[in-house]
C-alpha cells in the first residue's frame, strides 16, 4: 500500500480544512498524498495501518498550524523521527497560514529544515515542499493543473537520500549571492569569479561575511572552492571532483538546521568525502571529544575534523589538515 503514496501528512485534526487545500495543492504536481480522511476505511483499526505507512513512506510532512501539534500528531512525529534514525526518512516540518511568528517547534524536530507556508499556499513555499518530498528541486514552474511531474516512481530520491546523479547541475545564480544592495554583493561576486572551476573544496556555511572570509583563506592556500549556504544546496551541489567538505555546524541563518553540518555528513554516510566541521562551539552540538560515542560517530560519518571557530590555530589547523587530504 505505502510504495502507491509519495508523502505522508501528519497534522491537527483542528488544522483540517487547509490540510485539505495544501493536499490538493501536492497533488497537482503529480503526488500521490497520504491523508487519514481520504485513507482509513471506516470500520476497520486504524493504529496499525498508520504504522505500516509511518514505516514505508519515502517522506513525512509535519503540519504545524494555529493549534500547534495534535494529540495524535505528537506520536506521529516521534515515529516519523525514529524512521529518520532508522533509514533516514525525510521529516519536513512544515508550518501553516496562522502559525505564529515565533512557532515553538519540538526540540528534535528544530533539526530539520522547515518549510513556511504561513504567508499562504504560494509557489515558492509550495515547490520546496515538493523538493523536499521529491529529492528533485523544481527547475521551473509550470501551469497549475500540468505542473512537472518529479523524476522517476519516487520523485528521483534514492535510498540514501541523495538526490540521483545525472540531475540538472545547477549553474551559480544569482540566489548563491546576497542582494545587490549589500555592501558585500560585488566582493562576494570577486571572490567566486576568481575560482578556478571545477572545485576540490565545498564551503557550507550560512553566514555571509564568514563565507567571504572562509572562502578567501582557501583560495589564497591554492583551493578551489564551491560556496553554499545550507545542507540542502550541498546535497544539490555534489560532484566528483569533491576531496572535502568544509561545513559549519549551525546553518539556521539561511534556512538550514540548527544541526546541518551534521546532518549533511549523515546524508553524505558511504560517500567516503571527509568532512570538517566547524562552530563557535562544536562541542555544544556533538558528543564529548573524548567519549566512545563520537569517536563511532567521527568513523562512521568520515569526518574528518572538529575546529572551533574561536581557536588562534583555526586557519592553520584547517588548511594543514585540507592539504593532507588533497594531497592523499
Known amino acids: 500500500?505505502?510504495?502507491?503514496?509519495?508523502?505522508?501528512?501528519?497534522?491537527?485534526?483542528?488544522?483540517?480544512?487547509?490540510?485539505?487545500?495544501?493536499?490538493?495543492?501536492?497533488?497537482?504536481?503529480?503526488?500521490?498524498?497520504?491523508?487519514?480522511?481520504?485513507?482509513?476505511?471506516?470500520?476497520?483499526?486504524?493504529?496499525?495501518?498508520?504504522?505500516t505507512i509511518i514505516e514505508t513512506i519515502p517522506a513525512a510532512a509535519v503540519l504545524i498550524g494555529e493549534s500547534g501539534l495534535g494529540p495524535w500528531e505528537d506520536p506521529e512525529m516521534r515515529a516519523c523521527l525514529l524512521e529518520f534514525v532508522k533509514r533516514k526518512l525525510p521529516v519536513i516540518p512544515v508550518l501553516l497560514p496562522g502559525t505564529p511568528a515565533s512557532p515553538k517547534l519540538p526540540l528534535f524536530l528544530q533539526s530539520f529544515t522547515w518549510v513556511d507556508l504561513r504567508d499562504g499556499l504560494n509557489d515558492f513555499g509550495l515547490e520546496k515542499l515538493v523538493w523536499g518530498i521529491t529529492g528533485a528541486k523544481p527547475t521551473k514552474r509550470a501551469r497549475r493543473g500540468n505542473r512537472v511531474t518529479p523524476k522517476g516512481k519516487l520523485g528521483g530520491r534514492q535510498p540514501n537520500g541523495v538526490v540521483e546523479a545525472g540531475s540538472e547541475h545547477t549553474p551559480i545564480t544569482d540566489s548563491h549571492f546576497p542582494h545587490p544592495n549589500h555592501p558585500s554583493f560585488g566582493e562576494e561576486i570577486k571572490v567566486l569569479d576568481s575560482t578556478v572551476w571545477p572545485p576540490n573544496i565545498l564551503v557550507v556555511e550560512d553566514n555571509l561575511n564568514l563565507r567571504i572570509n572562509l572562502s578567501k583563506k582557501l583560495t589564497d592556500s591554492g583551493f578551489t572552492c564551491e560556496l553554499v549556504r545550507n545542507e540542502n544546496e550541498a546535497v544539490d551541489r555534489l560532484s566528483s571532483t569533491l576531496r572535502a567538505i568544509v561545513a559549519d555546524i549551525n546553518l539556521h541563518e539561511a534556512g538550514g538546521s540548527i544541526?546541518?553540518?551534521i546532518l549533511l555528513a549523515a546524508k553524505l554516510e558511504g560517500r567516503k568525502i571527509p568532512i570538517i566541521l566547524i562552530s563557535h562551539d562544536p562541542w555544544y552540538y556533538l558528543p564529548d571529544k573524548d567519549s566512545q560515542m563520537f569517536k563511532k560517530m567521527q568513523e562512521k560519518l568520515n569526518i574528518a575534523l572538529v575546529l572551533d571557530r574561536n581557536s588562534d590555530k583555526f586557519y592553520e589547523e584547517l588548511i594543514k589538515t585540507l592539504k593532507k587530504t588533497i594531497n592523499g
Do not use: C
Not at 480544512?17 to 485513507?39: G, N
Open 259 to 261: 544541526t546541518g553540518g
Open 1 to 51: 500500500m505505502s510504495e502507491s503514496f509519495h508523502v505522508f501528512l501528519s497534522h491537527n485534526s483542528q488544522d483540517k480544512p487547509i490540510v485539505r487545500k495544501l493536499a490538493q495543492e501536492l497533488k497537482l504536481y503529480d503526488l500521490r498524498v497520504w491523508l487519514d480522511e481520504e485513507q482509513l476505511v471506516p470500520g476497520r483499526p486504524w493504529q496499525e495501518v498508520l504504522e
